[in-house]
């Protein structure tokens, strides 16, 4: 479980990047879809967690995990629906 969320934690830095570097959609999109696949598969593990005590390392890596999403979804999100509107007007 927590190599998924360092995988979702990696992933979350590739957005970031895209954020920052040029915001390209068709970047944006790659890296959302990876982004559903990780939380789907730790949505699903989500009995497993509730049955488990969480170590120090999973708080810490959980708690990262959900300001980053936080402080992406801010940047991120009005140029992701500013885009997809352009996109979806131009077809």
């Known amino acids: 479980m927590i190599q998924k969320l360092k995988i979702l934690d990696e992933t979350l830095n590739q957005l970031d ?3 920052k570097v040029g915001f390209l959609y068709e970047d944006f999109k790659k890296v959302n ?3 559903e696949k990780i939380l789907v ?3 699903s593990e989500n009995q497993t967690l509730q049955n488990n005590k969480f170590s120090e390392e999973y ?3 959980y708690e990262n995990t959900l300001n980053k999403i ?3 979804e801010s ?3 009005p140029k992701a ?3 997809d509107s352009f996109t979806s007007s131009n077809l």
């Open 81 to 83: 629906n500013l885009l």
């Open 70 to 72: 936080d402080k992406l």
């Open 75 to 77: 940047k991120i999100l």
């Open 59 to 61: 708080r810490n890596i």
């Open 33 to 35: 879809s990876e982004l």
């Open 41 to 43: 598969d730790l949505k």
């Open 17 to 19: 990047e895209i954020n």
